[in-house]
């Protein structure tokens, strides 16, 4: 059985930081792609970033880049998702996922999801 289990979400004012955590079980994590999505109210589930199993290699979507990075550490099967400088329209429900691709971006490229952490970011 795989699971996926983020925490970390939270309340933040604009230009604060807040780290998420995705602790992964049931599955060789070391293999496997981690990313990041997020879902605002009424819109489509979206892409963050991602880090590969192949490299160290990331991906970032154009409104995270420069203020959001993402890691892991395999020894702990934990992917992690540094935010800083977060923005009102980060406010979003942030889910963790895993994929068999390099650097997946997209929703139908992973396998594996978590059940989501809240992130709002509000005076």
């Known amino acids: 059985q795989v699971q996926l289990v983020e925490s970390g979400g939270g309340l933040v004012q604009p230009g604060g930081s807040l780290r998420l955590s995705c602790a992964a079980s049931?599955?060789?994590?070391?293999?496997?792609?981690m990313g990041w999505f997020r879902q605002a109210p009424g819109k489509e589930r979206e892409f963050v970033a991602t880090?590969?199993?192949?490299?160290?290699?990331?991906h970032y979507a154009d409104s995270v880049k420069g203020r959001f990075t993402v890691s892991r550490d395999n020894t702990v099967n934990t992917v992690y998702l540094q935010m800083n400088i977060l923005k009102p329209e980060d406010t979003a429900v942030y889910y963790c996922?895993?994929?068999?691709?390099?650097?997946?971006?997209?929703?139908?490229?992973?396998?594996?999801w978590g059940l989501g952490t809240q992130v709002t970011v509000s005076s």
């Open positions: 996922a895993a994929s068999v691709a390099v650097l997946p971006n997209r929703v139908r490229d992973y396998a594996y």
């Open positions: 880090i590969s199993w192949s490299a160290p290699s990331t």
């Open positions: 049931g599955l060789t994590f070391r293999t496997y792609s």
